[in-house]
Structure formats: structure tokens, C-alpha cells
């Protein structure tokens, strides 16, 4: 159950070591599931601590009691279904926000690390997107960079870019 099976498996590792390490909790976000259980098997191995992970099966009474070990600092690392940990927590105990793997939309992916960007967080907090190069993930988030920077061309600057827009510009839109 190790993770020497993939360098991005073994990247994260190295990194949650340095942030137990150095005393910080972590929330590792997955769009899957079963990467979910395989993420948990493998940290609980290699990093000998215990290893939280909420997904949409997860009832609410376990819900609760996972985030309030995570909160407390008795299970630093908590992995979460982007799904159901996208939504309703505070998990201001976290300093680091891993996305192991992308998601195509990026306001999902935003939601998951708000988690920790919440009212009471008086820390930093760093956030690591895992891309392998020369895949379909590399592939996502290009598009997700596209997806954002059109976003914010559009949204960021108002309304007022739709007045100045030529009628040939206006129909290539």
C-alpha cells in the first residue's frame, strides 16, 4: 500500500510529511471515491497517522465527528470527495489544501479549498494542485486556466466591456 507506485503519489506524501512535520494540518481533496480509499490506505502507511476521509456515503453523525477530530488536531490529515467536502464545513485547523486530481470546474474546485478560508482562520494557508505532465490532467487544467481568465475578462471588468464592444466584436462573442 505504499505510494512508490507513482511520483505523484510519492510527491504528496514528501509534502505532508513536511507540513506534519512543521506542526500544520492538511485537507487532500480527490474527485474520486475509490483515489479517496487508495489516498487513505497509502498516507496511513507511509505517514503511521491517522488519515480522515468524508465522502457522499459518509452519514452526518460521522461527518460531524470527523471534523471535529480534524478541528482539534487529533487526525491531521483529512481527505475529502471534492463532491461532498465542496459544501457546509469550516476546517480552519487546515493550512494546506491539496487538489490531488483536477476537476473541470474550477468554481468546485474554489469551493473545496474555502473550506479552510473561513471565518476564524487566522493563518496562511497554501494550496498545492497536483498536475502530471503530459496527460489528461495537464489537459484539464489548461482549460481551467482558460475557463478563469475568461471568467474574470468578462465578469472582473463589469458590465461596461459589453458597451465598447465593436458590432463585429459583439457577433464574434
Known sequence: PTSGRSGKSAR???????????GDQALVFTQFREMGKLLVKFLT???????????????QTAREAMIERFQQGKAPIFV???????????????????????????????????????????RSVQVHKFIVAGTLEERIDEMIEQKTELAENIIGAGENWLTELSTGELRDL
Open 12 to 22: 504528496i506524501v514528501e509534502m505532508l510529511d513536511e507540513a506534519l512535520s512543521a
Open 45 to 59: 502507511h507511509d505517514l503511521d497517522r491517522e488519515v480522515l476521509f468524508l465522502h457522499g456515503g459518509t452519514t
Open 80 to 122: 475529502l470527495s471534492l463532491k461532498a467536502g465542496g459544501l457546509g464545513m469550516n476546517l480552519t485547523a487546515a493550512t494546506h489544501v491539496f487538489h490531488y486530481d483536477r476537476w473541470w470546474n474550477p468554481a468546485v474546485e474554489n469551493q473545496a479549498t474555502d473550506r479552510a478560508y473561513r471565518i476564524g482562520q487566522t
